[in-house]
């Protein structure tokens, strides 16, 4: 397989940052303050410049899809006017659940065999966004069970999908949180797990496994091929995990990868708007 640059969280943003601004030429949009700024795009004209045409079409046509949108932008601080209108998540050309969205709403696309195959799933699945698993929690009071309320970015048949792009990491957490999932210790070997001090780092990947493991699914972990750094912290997650059953489920794949496999419209998009280009791939997984 072709050897891919590699990025940073900055340099992908910074790439993404100047493919947008020459998209920006013919879409409504305004950039944020900073040294390394982002464009935001609106709707108009019943189109969106963050989003392909036909895949937009498909997400306000489904309530379910549609309430996504509406997710709010937690760094509207930075951009100009921001008391005139709200704006949300979504509209940012760094967003990886946009990316998410813009890839698998596209129509006929989870019909595609050579996309499905990469995924391991069966054609003709509905993909449901920002699902629960709802992972048990240890602590409950007077016979009331308590769970994780957190959400996975995509759930699509037997596989959990936690996308990524420009972000920085998984987010780290308290280990005394981490310690409250049920199971926990006989999931992961603890003492493996990367840790910072007292906080316990790629706290997503944890709880993608968790949930994994809790509901008998797969995980994959969706990222840009350019990001080794997001690949390494996965993989030292995945080699924390006791299970070989368990680990065998567990997989990254690239945007590069499912680019390869797109319908032609997604892959000049994917290309256009990211600079992901499509390269032949497969899952990864560690070894046992």
Request: glycine share 10%; hydrophobic share 40%; with cysteine.
């Amino acid at each position: 397989m072709e050897r891919v640059q590699s990025l940073s969280a900055a340099g992908l943003r910074r790439e993404i940052a100047w493919r947008n601004l020459r998209r920006g030429r013919v879409h409504v949009h305004e950039v944020t303050y900073g040294s390394l700024p982002s464009v935001i795009f609106q709707e108009s004209e019943g189109g969106h410049g963050n989003f392909l045409e036909a895949s937009y079409r498909a997400i306000v046509a489904r309530p379910e899809w549609a309430a996504r949108l509406r997710k709010s932008y937690s760094a509207d601080k930075w951009v100009p006017r921001r008391w005139d209108r709200s704006r949300c998540e979504l509209d940012c050309a760094n967003s990886s659940d946009a990316l998410l969205m813009n890839v698998f709403c596209y129509p006929g696309l989870l019909a595609h065999g050579p996309l499905c195959a990469l995924l391991g799933v069966e054609r003709g699945l509905e993909p449901v966004f920002g699902y629960k698993p709802r992972v048990p929690l240890m602590g409950g009071k007077d016979g009331k069970a308590l769970v994780d309320a957190t959400e996975i970015d995509m759930l699509l048949g037997s596989l959990l999908v936690e996308a990524k792009l420009t972000e920085s990491s998984f987010q780290t957490a308290p280990l005394a949180r981490v310690l409250r999932y049920t199971g926990l210790e006989e999931v992961f070997d603890v003492g493996e797990l990367p840790m910072a001090g007292e906080s316990v780092q790629s706290y997503q990947l944890i709880r993608g496994v968790m949930a994994a493991r809790h509901e008998g699914r797969s995980f994959v972990v969706v990222c840009d091929g350019r990001r080794v750094d997001l690949r390494e912290k996965w993989f030292l997650v995945m080699r924390a995990v006791r299970c070989c059953e368990l680990r065998s489920r567990l997989a990254i794949v690239t945007w590069q990868e499912i680019a390869a496999v797109a319908p032609g419209v997604v892959r000049a998009f994917l290309a256009e708007k990211y600079g992901i280009l499509g390269r032949s791939g497969g899952w990864a997984r560690v070894s046992s």
